[in-house]
């Protein structure tokens, strides 16, 4: 193993040089996501987070403050697009954000789905169904997006920052459906004192990988380096175990 850093590393050495000892500072941002971007104890930790450290560690690129900082998402997605030597993650990456952003990933991938609670029985089978339903949202968010494309009316949605906000809104029958990733929201709902089993997934969206999304000026050379440095993260170690998933490993087990 140790021998196969040393040749990753001269490897990157010999592709990318100077790269490794860069003075780029990257302001790297995430919003709260559980379990892959999260604060516990004052720290930000998850999946994505240790992922992301990793790789730009690996690759000598680093972050201003020397921290990941956690923005609400809205804010966040519209700082990555405007202001360079900025990245964001987890984000989902959709036909309609690929020429928005760079990207190296897969990190991570979620199961986007529409959340009702059981007792409601609400049943949903085609578009056209959402439209006898107060739908939450968050807004700017892939699911929010997958909803519209699909044809649902954005005026219809209730748009919020956080999502949160919704699942409290759903729990107190101020929404009937709720639009987001279906690991997450049960994170959330266990966080905020709620019964998971007491909802269900009654529309399904997109499985859809998450990745880090960069600045679209970000160069490529770094770009690069970030995806080998994130490719050879999954390789198998001699226990036949990656890196990747000794880490993804640990956050399941916690669950």
């Known amino acids: 193993m140790l021998m196969k850093k040393i040749i990753y590393q001269l490897l990157l050495i010999f592709l990318f040089p100077g790269l490794l000892f860069s003075q780029t500072s990257f302001r790297v941002m995430t919003e709260e996501l559980p379990p892959f971007n999260f604060t516990k104890d004052g720290e930000i930790t998850g999946i994505s987070t240790e992922i992301v450290q990793a790789v730009f560690h690996q690759v000598g690129c680093s972050m201003e403050q020397d921290k990941i900082q956690m923005y609400p998402w809205t804010r966040a997605y519209h700082e990555v697009q405007h202001t360079p030597d900025t990245a964001l993650f987890s984000m989902a990456r959709t036909v309609e954000r690929e020429n928005l952003f760079k990207w190296v990933g897969p990190i991570s991938d979620v199961t986007i789905g529409v959340i009702a609670k059981k007792k409601r029985g609400i049943q949903i089978s085609k578009i056209e169904d959402f439209k006898q339903y107060r739908v939450g949202s968050v807004r700017d968010g892939a699911p929010e997006q997958l909803l519209v ?100 490993r640990k956050y399941l087990a916690e669950k």
């Not at 009937?176 to 909802?199: H, R």
């Not at 997934?201 to 970000?218: A, C, E, N, Q, R």
Request: proline content about 3%.
């Open 149 to 248: 494309k699909a044809g649902v009316d954005i005026e219809q949605l209730n748009r919020l920052a956080f999502p949160e906000m919704n699942i409290k809104k759903l729990q107190t029958d101020r929404i009937d459906l709720f639009a987001f990733n279906v690991q997450t929201s049960q994170y959330l709902m266990l966080t905020l004192g709620i019964d998971p089993e007491d909802y269900e997934t009654v529309f399904s969206l997109k499985k859809m990988d998450l990745y880090i999304g960069l600045h679209k000026d970000t160069n490529e050379t770094l770009v690069t380096a970030l995806q080998i440095a994130l490719d050879e993260m999954k390789q198998p170690g001699v226990d036949g175990v990656s890196e990747f998933d000794r880490i993804v």
